[in-house]
């Protein structure tokens, strides 16, 4: 296969990947294991499979065939946190999105956002700078736990970056 067709498939297979997860995100959390949602989660196993594959063909055989066992070795533990910190960072970046999102419908925090939109016109000063401080607060906690994810995940990425030369 030509380099063009073969960049040309694995962003094919990357959209496609991209699209069937926020298909199945979209769904009921019921119906993300019925008959409707076998699609995407063929997508999903096949771009999976397709990363497996590669990394197996142009990055781990050529080590083996090489005689260099322990480098191999190394370099699959390293790919295989990488592949666990793209996960982890998905989660926590879904988490923090979705908590933001939830955030956006509680009634302390709009009733705050109004206050601080409406400002010094109508409110005075401590109370418009009390608000926007209470909705800080709770937008601060609300991210948190996504973000300690996506940390955790930068760790992964940076561990397995180390182990995978």
């Given amino acids: 296969m030509s380099p063009e067709w073969r960049d040309l498939t694995a962003q094919l297979g990357a959209i496609a990947f991209v699209l069937a997860v926020f298909y199945l995100f979209a769904l009921p959390r019921r119906e993300r ?26 990055t781990l055989r050529p080590l083996v065939r090489a005689g260099e066992s322990f480098r191999a070795l190394q370099t699959a533990l390293g790919l295989a946190l990488i592949l666990l910190a793209v996960m982890v960072l998905t989660w926590g970046g879904f988490r923090f999105v979705m908590a933001i999102l939830t955030l956006m419908h509680e009634a302390s925090f709009l009733q705050n956002a109004a206050i601080g939109r ?48």
């Fill in 33 to 58: 294991f019925s008959r409707r949602a076998w699609p995407a989660w063929a997508a999903v196993a096949l771009f999976l499979g397709a990363i497996l594959y590669s990394m197996w063909s142009e």
């Fill in 118 to 165: 409406e400002g010094t016109k109508r409110h005075p000063r401590p109370v418009v700078r009390a608000a926007r401080g209470e909705n800080l607060r709770l937008i601060g906690r609300a991210a948190l736990p996504g973000c300690l994810w996506m940390a955790l995940a930068f760790g992964l990425l940076a561990l397995g970056g180390w182990l995978a030369p």
